[in-house]
């Protein structure tokens, strides 16, 4: 085999070689690509859930202030009205 001939089939398969290791890369990086774009929407998703349940656990908070409130209020109307009924009955 002529060196030129040699050389001629060395550049095919270098080429071929280049060629077929770019669309791995490529492959690989459209895979990492979605990958990554799969993992970032599933986060979102998932601040989106952690943002709801804030909400419902503070809305919780809130109202068992407010009913905490009415049971104190309930519990010094008890309070003074015993407190009434004791000092007129002495």
């Known amino acids: 085999?002529?060196?030129?001939?040699?050389?001629?089939?060395?550049?095919?398969?270098g080429y071929d070689i280049i060629l077929h290791v770019h669309y791995i890369f490529h492959q690989l990086d459209l895979r990492t690509r979605q990958s990554l774009i799969e993992g970032v929407e599933a986060i979102e998703e998932e601040e989106h859930r952690q943002e709801e349940a804030r909400k419902v656990m503070i809305d919780f908070s809130n109202e068992m202030k407010r009913a905490a409130e009415v049971l104190k209020q309930f519990g010094s109307a008890t309070t003074s009205s015993l407190l009434r009924e004791k000092n007129t009955s002495q």
């Open 1 to 13: 085999m002529k060196f030129r001939e040699r050389w001629s089939l060395f550049y095919e398969v």
